[in-house]
């Protein structure tokens, strides 16, 4: 399974809880994939935090300093299906400028389309994709998501509001609770190494897609710890990319 990373430097739409700002949140991701021995990981990332805040550079130096990689996910982070594909490229070369001496860095080029969106005609398909050839870049899908932005919402109102116990069962619940949307998923894609290893004798490669958001930061650590790497995962960088929509 390789890991990837929506959204840094800063994850733009649910506000940080009080006190958090996007260099711990993404202090704490560095650190979780850092005791899970994962690295690697490809970060999408977006770059209008580079205009807001030439700081924010400084989350992309630590992510590379920690052994993972840079791709672009747009400028502003357009959806495909809601604007012109002369709008998104034009999007996609700004990233390209202001994200280049990130990306120059990785071992490949990756680029994210915002929230899996491909294009919903053939037409801009078909744009977008001869302008990503262009700029040379691979497009990353996503097989599993853990739908962690439903809950982040919810942990930061606990958080806020000082009730800090609930705020730690929330988590606990979201990594462990075989009815969250996150065990589900987890249980699903353990079924699927499991039959894909000893009934097939092959192994399935899965993209996960996570975000640079608060309560992944939160519970990133115990969710690859004990989520993944005791269920037998083994955790690779950028081999299963296809240049195909994943799923
Ligand atoms: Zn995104």
């Known amino acids: 399974m390789a ?11 649910m506000p940080l809880p009080d006190g ?3 260099q711990f949140v993404a202090a704490r991701i560095i650190d979780a994939f850092d005791r899970n021995g994962v690295s690697g990981v490809f970060a999408l990332a977006n770059s209008w935090p580079l205009d807001v805040d030439p700081k924010h550079a400084l989350i992309l130096d630590d992510w590379i300093a920690a052994g993972h990689h840079i ?3 747009t400028h502003t982070h357009p959806l495909l299906n809601e604007t012109s594909a002369e709008d998104f490229n034009h999007d996609i070369s700004i990233a390209d400028d202001l994200l280049a001496p990130w990306i120059s860095k990785a071992p490949l080029r990756a680029f994210r389309h915002p929230l899996e969106q491909w294009g919903n005609t053939e037409e801009k398909r078909v744009a977008v994709n001869a302008h990503i050839d262009r700029l040379a870049y691979q497009s ?3 097989t599993s998501w853990f739908y962690e932005w439903e809950w982040d919402r919810a942990w930061r109102h606990l958080l806020q509001t000082g009730r800090t116990e609930e705020a730690e069962r929330l ?7 075989s009815n969250s949307c996150s065990c589900k ?9 499991h039959v894909s290893k000893h009934r097939l004798n092959t192994s399935v490669p899965l993209i996960a897609g996570r975000l640079a958001a608060s309560f992944v930061a ?4 115990v969710f690859v710890g004990h989520a993944f790497l005791s269920e037998g995962f083994d955790f690779i960088s950028h081999e299963v990319f296809t240049d195909e929509p994943a799923c």
């Open 20 to 22: 958090d700002t996007p």
């Open 218 to 221: 939160a519970f990133l650590s």
């Open 185 to 193: 998923s987890r249980v699903l894609v353990g079924q699927l190494l």
């Open 71 to 73: 791709g672009n996910h």
């Open 140 to 142: 990353v899908g996503v």
């Open 171 to 177: 988590k606990a619940e979201f990594s462990q609770d």
């Open 3 to 13: 890991f990837t990373l929506d959204d840094l430097p800063v994850f733009p739409h």
